[in-house]
């Protein structure tokens, strides 16, 4: 039972440079999200995707993309990092879509997060 | 803008306390407000969850109280334990599953 794995734990890069967090569950969810977390905030929706193929923004979407092309994988890239985006990234997923009015049914899981930061 | 405030941003109990935090959310068509606990190192968990149609919901020791008309809602952490120590978070969703929208978070300590 891995859940929601985020890849690396942990990151520094320089102001410029580019690099993919990944992010992957095995509780074939439909639906899928980034995060980010800073200080006095709270988590800030980035991006989602409520499935392959189909993404869409989030609050705070400047300076990242992503990409859904399996129900398993929704990576998040940074293209040109700067310090701003030095912050706490928590992938998501949940199951999407069903009328079942039980608030047992689509939990948001979250996986341990990666600590990025930028020079 | 901010659609969820939550408050305080820090608070500090005895162990056996009640210690309460609060959210509010301007959006009418939420319809689903889930609270989630957050250790260091750690990825938020889900604690409780509640839907605009009941005042009250009760698991264990961990109480959310909804007042719709007021568009607020509370956590009451009762018997309050050092174990309880972490951040809490409240959230506010259109939808079961969906996006979600975050309050600021509250650094809970427990003394012993």
């Known amino acids: 039972n891995a859940g929601v794995t985020q890849t690396p734990k942990f990151q520094v890069l320089k102001t410029g440079q580019s690099m993919t967090l990944q992010c992957a569950q095995d509780?074939?969810?439909?639906?899928m999200s980034w995060y980010r977390q800073d200080p006095g905030m709270g988590l800030r929706l980035i991006h989602y995707s409520v499935g392959a193929g189909i993404t869409d923004q989030g609050e705070v979407p400047n300076g990242y993309n992503v990409s859904r092309s399996t129900t398993e994988d929704f990576p998040l890239r940074l293209l040109s990092a700067a310090p701003s985006q030095t912050s706490v990234y928590f992938c998501a997923s949940s199951s999407y879509g069903y009328k079942d009015m039980s608030l047992a049914k689509n939990i948001q899981y979250f996986g341990a997060g990666t600590r990025l930061s930028v020079l | 803008q901010q659609q969820v405030k939550q408050s305080p941003q820090s608070l500090i109990v005895q162990k056996g306390g009640i210690p309460i935090i609060n959210c509010a959310y301007e959006?009418?068509?939420?319809?689903?407000f889930p609270w989630y606990q957050q250790f260091p190192g750690k990825g938020p968990a889900l604690l409780i969850a509640?839907?605009?149609?009941?005042s009250e919901k009760k698991e264990g020791r961990f109480t959310i109280s909804f007042n719709k008309s007021a568009k607020q809602f509370s956590l009451h952490i009762m018997d309050s334990q050092p174990g309880d120590s972490a951040t809490y978070f409240c959230?506010?969703?259109?939808?079961?599953?969906?996006?979600?929208?975050f309050g600021q978070g509250t650094e809970l300590s427990v003394k012993p």
């Open positions: 509640i839907r605009p149609d009941v």
């Open positions: 509780m074939n969810h439909e639906y």
């Open positions: 959006n009418t068509a939420f319809d689903y």
């Open positions: 959230a506010a969703s259109k939808e079961q599953g969906g996006k979600l929208i």
